[in-house]
């Protein structure tokens, strides 16, 4: 290589050495020339840096309406050192004192706590955090020396508590710190920015801005979501449970449509809350599943081959193993005599299940219990999910392999047992639940979550065989209470008891009421299931409390999904009968006046399905409160008024025979 290579380079390498350090020394010089200028006047230079938070990217659900949003507010701060120079200066009118009383009456904080701040002897106290932008500009419009602004982001859950434990919270840092905003807080927290800023003469600034997060859709569903919150209401309601859960799965995907329980919170002003209100119990809580876990049972054993629908059992209303009696739920030792398997399975007899579970022998019981997930998470999306938890399989005793058969000594969670059942429904297949959808990207690339299929765990023959026993626990059985006319319902109730903390034995008193459903059974479109905690009053049985739960929710959403049910059967939810009736279309209507920030304009819903009505309310961020079935007949506001986001319409739904009846020419007065 050539000498006058090296020489060009070190000449440019030099220039540009050069050219450097006269930038610095230029800028050196300007800070000294700056500080002392401002030393003379008596005022020291000070300097300002902060990181600049991102915008939070949007939650949506299945249809695309926002359920958590951040919007700009303000951090507001003072520097009471600075204010005491000015004051002392005489450089401003204000006293500590007035300027306590105003801001506090502006934003409704105690005036001594702030004057007690503005005393302090330091060069920064925190005054206000998310303060609305209106209020902050109220504030900077009265020139209060020595206070300063720096944004922040708040954010606002616009349904209140829809699904509130299953959004979780965001600290005041910014961060998700429980739920959906924890486990994904990473893509939706976006990169921060950083600004720095010398306070001198002439201001000069030095930014990286911010970066928002990208946007999250979920599979949950509103309008589903909502039967469900109601169906809780309802339920606290009526049986005072201490726990209360709900949880909707689409089978034949591991989709979660809808999850809630009781107690609750609003994520809008969670620093009031306690963790347990918090607390999203359909991931969490662990607790002994009752009869609802011998669909469980039944399954492993037909698969086996041990165990065919019409097998006979005698069942003289107990079994002893060892020096232990087991009873069914519904008697003290009242025999039942010789019957089969699936009528077992009717009438929830503990005595057929422990036999069964006996004769299905332990290796292959836990082989069957692990592959439908028991013992270990399902890998939920969701932070909070516990493992539940399965007797050692070494220590397992006689009397344990027959109560595991009908649901006690083994903890579950509500997902782990309604993710197995589910793998029952579908055909077989056992899939990892999940509520994240699709991801929206900051610069509009999108990625999209697919279903995720972790085993076979039972055959299709053995889930057509579990199904059609199960439609025979609804039709005939236990289930009755879930039974829709027209709607083929798979489904088993569930009554635990539950373990007395002082005795350590079984309570008399206490129970968990559950019940498990899935439909179409044929082609399920929805599976659920229900959870009451140790419900007070005089019923304390799965099918009594749940069971028409699990029907609302069901008719309901196969209404809002508008499809089919079997062909063999008619079904009363969407089949019209023939008629020249035409459908009201809903008007177009002009809105009162033109809606604020934070206000929509609710809809007229005249003639609309569920689902129609759903989508319309959703789009709108309004909270919806259905009853009835078939066609809205009736909304309680009037369409075109100006509302808050978020605000509850009530929608009366009435069947098409009735709206038929009703338009219908009156009979001729005689």
Known sequence: MKRGYFVRENVLYGLLIFMVVAVVGRLFMLQVIDASELKAKGIERRTSSASLLPERGKILDAQGSVLAQSIPVKEIYADPRAINELIAKKQTSWTKEAMADKIGELLD???????????????????????????????????????????????????????????????????????????????????????????????????????????????????????????????????????????AMDPMTG???????????????????????????????????????????????????????????????????????????????????????????????????????????????????????????????????ETGLLIPQDKARDIDMATMSFGQANLVTPVQLLTAISSIANGGTLYKPYILEKITYPDGTTKTINPTPVRQVVSKSTSEQMTAILEAVVNEGTGAAAHIPGIRVAGKTGTAQKVDPETGGYSSTDFVASFAAYAPANDPKIALIILIDTPQGESHQGGTLAGPVAKAIIEGALQYYGIPVAHETPSEVSKLPETNFERPTPASVAPERTPLKGETVVPDLTGLTMRQAGEKLAQAELHVNFSGTGLVSSQSIQPGTVVNTGTMIDVQFTPLEEILKQTEDPPPTP
């Open 109 to 247: 904080l105690d005036r001594d706590k702030l004057l007690e701040k503005l005393n302090k002897d330091l060069s920064w106290v925190n005054i206000a955090n998310q303060v609305d932008l209106e209020k902050a500009e109220a504030i900077k419009a009265l020139k209060l020396p020595g206070i300063g602004y720096s944004d922040q982001q708040r954010r606002v859950y616009p349904m209140d508590n829809l699904a509130s434990a299953v959004l979780g919270i965001v600290n005041l840092a910014g961060h998700g710190a429980e739920g959906i905003e924890s486990y994904y807080d990473e893509e939706l927290y976006g990169t921060p920015g950083y600004t720095s800023q010398q306070f001198m003469l002439k201001d000069s600034k030095l930014n990286e801005p911010a970066l928002k997060g990208s946007d999250i859709q979920l599979t949950l569903d509103s309008t589903i979501q909502y039967l469900i919150e109601q169906q809780l209401d309802q339920l606290v309601e009526r049986t005072q449970g201490k726990r209360i859960a709900i949880l």
């Open 255 to 385: 989709k979660i449509l809808g999850m809630g329980s009781r107690p609750t919170f609003n994520p809008n002003d969670y620093t009031s809350t306690t963790p347990e209100e918090r607390r999203n119990l359909n991931i969490s809580m662990s607790y002994e599943p009752g009869s609802t876990f011998k669909i469980i049972t039944g399954a492993a054993a037909l698969e086996e081959g041990i165990l065919k629908p019409d097998d006979v059992f005698d069942d003289p209303g107990y079994i002893r193993i060892g020096p232990r009696y087991i009873t069914n739920w519904d008697s003290d030792f009242r025999p039942h005599g010789e019957i089969t398997f699936q009528e077992g399975m009717m009438i929830s007899s503990n005595v057929v299940l422990a036999q069964v579970g006996m004769e299905l022998r332990k290796e292959a019981f836990y082989t069957y219990l692990r592959a439908f997930g028991f013992g270990g998470r399902t890998g939920i999306d969701l932070t909070g999910e």
